[in-house]
């Protein structure tokens, strides 16, 4: 096998799962910061009332991530939380500097396009949504 062949079947599809698995327990800890303080925010941050921007992305943080770790509903939840990563960068990180590396912004365009590959790659074969394939194919 050649550095340049794709990668044998069924690696890709495995590996697919182990990112998005990763990408959503990590993102997880962005929401239960935000809404449990833990792990603790960082320090000067004022706490982040539920109702507020701040809160609204803490509820997407925690229960899409757990669905993009679960593989449930993946594209769907995919897309939204890119459009959260996107606004979030443009909102809260752009107007600070154009530099990602300077406005702290370097994990919201990476969750940004992260988010945005799971949308056109779907979840992988290790999610409830490659289950619910499997046995909507076995009944046919």
């Given at each position: 096998m050649s550095i340049f062949d794709p990668?044998?079947?069924?690696?890709?599809?495995?590996?697919l799962s182990v990112l998005r698995i990763v990408s959503?327990?990590?993102?997880?800890?962005?929401?239960t910061m935000k809404l449990f303080n833990v792990p603790p925010m960082p320090t000067g941050m004022p706490p982040i009332e539920l109702m507020?921007?701040?809160g609204f992305a803490g509820v997407l943080e925690l229960?899409?991530?757990?669905?993009?770790?679960?593989g449930l509903l993946?594209?769907?939840?995919?897309?939204?939380?890119?459009?959260?990563?996107?606004?979030?960068?443009?909102?809260?990180?752009f107007p600070q500097s154009?530099?990602?590396?300077?406005n702290m912004g370097v994990p919201a365009i990476l969750?940004?396009?992260?988010?945005?590959?799971?949308?056109?790659?779907?979840?992988?074969?290790w999610?409830?949504?490659a289950m619910i394939a499997r046995s909507r194919a076995n009944r046919i």
């Open positions: 990668a044998p079947s069924p690696w890709p599809s495995r590996m959503g327990v990590v993102f997880i800890t962005f929401g507020s921007l701040m229960f899409g991530g757990l669905a993009i770790a679960l993946t594209r769907p939840v995919a897309f939204i939380l890119s459009g959260q990563m996107a606004a979030a960068y443009f909102i809260g990180h154009f530099w990602p590396s300077v969750y940004c396009f992260i988010f945005l590959y799971f949308v056109f790659s779907g979840a992988g074969v999610s409830i949504d």
